[in-house]
């Protein structure tokens, strides 16, 4: 069989443990044999960030910037205690941060449905997309405890030194709390863009919620933002892609998501996208199920499994133990990431491809043969349990 070639390289961040073991098996038997591979390799492997005092992560993000599309395999975000087991010279920051600082991206995660694994909510047929603002409100916050008898304000002084001032509480019969918060419309403006994008790219409706009854300044500039934008930006081409823009309030929209199908996008100011996201992935099944993707304002993409380096397992693999480590949800960063290739440079091939792969992956689940935490929640009557090696086999076979 003759390869497939790429045209543009795409951006690959390898990272830690039991996901840099499952990277490499992803890429010897279910990808280089087909695919004449065209990657720009970074390394975000602990040690070699610590060893480029981190440098490797900025240029893989940048170099994300320059190509548009990036696959990340799980990577550590240094501890205390893994300052230690890696005797590193810094406690880097997480690279996820460092990666979305630079992109000024939105987080998309979607869950991988298969037969077998029925959502908790049994209406959910299709996978719902939690889109979760990742800047500001009370993940920058300032908070102070008060103690009786004083006043809060909030005060702010403009460019010409002018003061306003409005009385938040006056605290004269009891201690109490306080907090100031606050967004950007730069900010917002590009949560907005990056979410009518990825709803025009994958066609699905996007809805978006606030409180702005309650916080009429606040949530309401949220509101107003993606509105214009929306009128703007993106009108005629939602409606000619037949999808839909929706506005509603927080608590409501939490009631319909219950009550509804899925095949959406929820796009989530950062607490409720924090709260939410933990509460739809769980209600889908499992860790290992959950894609996430970056994707920036200006249009780069850097596709990932949302769990973690999975250590105990990894841990286990080190002693020579088995182990069943689920891999689907790094086989679609790296299937997300070569339909996206093949659709910016028009390579029909590499997007089926990536697409044939995702029916492999999905299909040898639902013939039964499962990872153990697939195992452990399916309902198929003749499933059986197969070692992290043996699935990814399986997976080839049927490929
Ligand atoms: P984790 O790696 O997601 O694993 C937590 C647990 O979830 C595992 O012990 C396992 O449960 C289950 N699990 C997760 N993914 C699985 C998979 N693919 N197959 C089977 N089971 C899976 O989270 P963590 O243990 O909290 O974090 C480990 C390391 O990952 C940390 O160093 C953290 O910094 C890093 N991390 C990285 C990212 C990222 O790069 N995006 C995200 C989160 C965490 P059982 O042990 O019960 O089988
Ligand atoms: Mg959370």
Excluded at 109 to 124: F, N, Q
Aim: proline content about 3%; hydrophobic content about 35%; glycine content about 8%.
């Amino acid at each position: 069989m003759q390869k497939i070639e790429m045209k543009t390289p795409l951006v690959e961040m390898d990272g830690d443990e039991m996901t840099r073991i499952i990277w490499k098996l992803i890429k010897d038997e279910l990808i280089t044999p087909y695919v004449n591979l065209k990657s720009e390799y970074y390394d975000l492997g602990l040690e070699h960030r610590d060893s480029t005092n981190d440098r490797v992560t900025v240029d893989s993000a940048n170099a994300t910037k320059k190509y548009g599309v990036a696959v990340k395999c799980a990577t550590i975000t240094p501890n205390a205690q893994r300052m230690t087991e890696y005797t590193l010279k810094e406690m880097w920051k997480s690279p996820n941060g460092t990666i979305r600082a630079i992109l000024d991206g939105t987080v998309f995660r979607a869950p991988i449905i298969v037969k077998g694994v029925e959502p908790l909510v049994p209406g959910w047929t299709k996978p719902i997309t939690i889109a979760r603002h990742a800047y500001g409100d009370m993940y920058r916050n300032v908070e102070a405890i008060v103690p009786k008898g004083s006043k809060a304000e909030l005060v702010f002084t403009d460019k010409d030194g002018n003061v306003s001032k409005q009385l938040v509480h006056d605290f004269n019969d009891t201690n109490g709390i306080i907090q100031g918060v606050h967004n950007t419309d730069k900010s917002i403006g590009s949560f907005a863009r990056s979410c009518f994008n990825f709803a025009l790219d994958t066609r699905q409706d996007l809805w978006f919620a606030t409180k702005d009854t309650i916080s009429k300044t606040y949530d309401h500039r949220f509101k107003d933002i993606y509105a214009e934008i929306y009128e703007n930006e993106y009108k005629s081409r939602f409606e000619k892609a037949g999808i839909e823009y929706f506005y509603t309030l927080i608590d409501d929209a939490a009631a319909r998501v219950v009550r509804n199908s899925g095949g959406y996008i929820w796009a989530c100011k950062n607490y409720d996208g924090d709260v939410m996201s933990d509460l739809v992935a769980s209600a889908f099944g499992s860790l290992g199920m959950m894609t996430s993707v970056l994707v920036s304002p200006d249009g780069a993409y850097e596709y990932e499994a949302a769990h973690g380096t999975v250590t105990q397992h990894y841990y286990k693999h080190q002693r020579g133990e088995e182990t069943s480590t689920n891999s689907v949800a790094t086989i679609f960063a790296w299937t997300g990431a070569l339909k996206k290739r093949g659709q910016l440079d028009s390579i029909g091939e590499l997007s089926e491809f990536a697409e044939k792969l995702e029916k492999a992956t999905i299909d040898t689940i639902e013939s039964g043969v499962m990872t153990g935490d697939l195992y452990a929640i399916s309902s198929l009557e003749n499933k059986h349990k197969v070692n992290t090696q043996g699935f990814i086999g399986e997976i080839a076979k049927r490929l």
